[in-house]
T-cell receptor
C-alpha cells in the first residue's frame, strides 16, 4: 500500500490561509489522493480528493504537484473549527472498495 | 440525511469480558466498515462489508473479534474475550460509492 508523509503538527492563525503538505513519492498512476479530517471526539470527515488536476470544493482546495509525488491541502481562511487532525491518504482507483489506510496525520492548531 | 449511528458511545469492561458494538449506516449505503483507532494513531480498518458479504477482514483478529451485518443494513462488532490492548475507539463508516466514507461518532472502549 502506498504511503504518505505528513508533518506531525502545524499552527495557524485564525482567518489566515493554511497549507498542509503531503509527500507520496511512491504513488502509482491509479492512486487517488484523498484528504480526511478528524475533529476532536468525532469520526473522520471527508474533505476532498483528486487524481492529477487541482480541485476545489466548499471546504478546501487540493493542489497536486505535476509529478504527483506531493500535494497540498489549502484551507483559504482558517477558523477555530478547523482545528483537527488532517489525514492525507492514497486510495487505489476510484473504486469504492479501495482501502483507506490512515497514517498519523497532521494536527492543526488554529490560534485566535 | 441522518448520519451513521453507533451505540453505545462509551463502554468500560474488565479484561476477559465480552462486549458488542452496534452500527446503523446511512440508509441505502451498501458498504460498511469497522475501524479501530488507538489513542494517538489513525484509524485502522478491521473489516469491510459489501451488503452482507465480507470484502476484507485481513486486519481483524479473528480469534477474539467477530462482526456481522444483518440483512445488509445494521452491523455488530463483538470482542470476546477483551484484552487491555483492545482499549480504543471503534468507528463505523458507510459508503454508497466514491469518493467518501461517512463515519459515525465512534464507541470509546476502555478495558481495565
Amino acid at each position: 500500500d502506498a504511503k504518505t508523509t505528513q508533518p506531525n503538527s502545524m499552527e495557524s492563525n485564525e482567518e489566515e490561509p493554511v497549507h498542509l503538505p503531503c509527500n507520496h513519492s511512491t504513488i502509482s498512476g491509479t492512486d487517488y489522493i484523498h484528504w480526511y479530517r478528524q475533529l476532536p471526539s468525532q469520526g473522520p470527515e471527508y474533505v476532498i480528493h483528486g487524481l492529477t488536476s487541482n480541485v476545489n470544493n466548499r471546504m478546501a482546495s487540493l493542489a497536486i504537484a505535476e509529478d504527483r509525488k506531493s500535494s497540498t491541502l489549502i484551507l483559504h481562511r482558517a477558523t477555530l473549527r478547523d482545528a483537527a487532525v488532517y489525514y492525507c491518504i492514497l486510495r487505489e482507483g476510484s473504486s469504492n472498495t479501495g482501502k483507506l489506510i490512515f497514517g498519523q496525520g497532521t494536527t492543526l492548531q488554529v490560534k485566535p | 440525511e441522518a448520519g451513521v449511528a453507533q451505540s453505545p458511545r462509551y463502554k468500560i469492561i474488565e479484561k476477559r469480558q465480552s462486549v458488542a458494538f452496534w452500527c446503523n449506516p446511512i440508509s441505502g449505503h451498501a458498504t460498511l466498515y469497522w475501524y479501530q483507532q488507538i489513542l494517538g494513531q489513525g484509524p485502522k480498518l478491521l473489516i469491510q462489508f459489501q451488503n452482507n458479504g465480507v470484502v476484507d477482514d485481513s486486519q481483524l483478529p479473528k480469534d477474539r473479534f467477530s462482526a456481522e451485518r444483518l440483512k445488509g443494513v445494521d452491523s455488530t462488532l463483538k470482542i470476546q474475550p477483551a484484552k487491555l490492548e483492545d482499549s480504543a475507539v471503534y468507528l463505523c463508516a458507510s459508503s454508497l460509492g466514491p469518493p467518501g466514507q461517512y463515519f459515525g461518532p465512534g464507541t470509546r472502549l476502555t478495558v481495565t
